[in-house]
């Protein structure tokens, strides 16, 4: 299963994608950050974050997109951008037909070190040791969308197995089991040659 990152923000939107394999078994597969310039109007900052994701979207074909939750800040400017930011990149799934989850840092930082107060330099570690990389992302934005991914992978308790039942699944585990349907559907596309 292929999922994207994102760690909203209007000046720099973070995206990584990994991909969770077998018993969950996480690989890097890109990181990098989309950006706009706050010299431009906001529509036009807003248009160069959507084509940044849709085009990183359209690239990787995620099986779900996993986006930070946005909750309040004490600057109202930063919340809006970043929650604007967060509603590009669920538009841009939604088109393409992709699960989205959401989790906030606390979820994030829970699921990568096992404390949700963690401080930032933790969970870049952390993320660094889980996808075996031999060098911490940067900037923080890369970083905190590869946690973002991680910790959905990390999350649900799984996919439907044959004969569980769809009702005992919470949303993030509905949302897991989704995604690896598609996938297997993707799959069996692509042998098929369609």
């Known amino acids: 299963m292929i999922i994207l990152g994102v760690d909203p923000g ?40 959507y084509n940044g994701l849709s085009e990183k979207m359209d690239r990787f074909a995620p099986d779900s997109v996993s986006i930070e939750r946005v909750f309040a800040q004490s600057n109202r400017n930063t919340v809006l951008g970043t929650a604007q930011a967060a509603g590009l990149a669920m538009l841009a799934a939604a088109q393409r037909n992709i699960p989205v989850a959401l989790h906030t840092p606390t979820e994030a930082k829970l699921a ?11 969970v870049e570690r952390m993320v660094t040791r889980i996808l075996n990389l031999t060098k911490m992302p940067t900037p923080a934005d ?40 598609h996938m297997a559907k993707r799959r069996i596309n692509h042998d098929r040659g369609m």
Do not use: M, Y
Request: net charge neutral; proline share 3%.
């Open 10 to 49: 209007l000046t720099r939107c973070g995206v990584g994608v990994i991909e969770a394999g077998e018993h969950r078994r996480l690989s890097f597969i890109h990181v990098d950050v989309v950006r706009s310039s706050p010299d431009i109007s906001q529509d036009l900052r807003l248009l160069a974050i």
């Open 112 to 122: 990568i070190t096992g404390n949700g107060q963690a401080q930032k330099i933790q």
């Open 142 to 181: 890369a970083a905190d969308a590869l946690a973002l991914a991680i910790c959905h992978a990390l999350r649900p308790a799984g996919a439907l197995q044959g004969g569980e039942r769809e009702q005992h699944l919470t949303p993030a585990q509905r949302q897991w089991a989704e995604a690896a349907q």
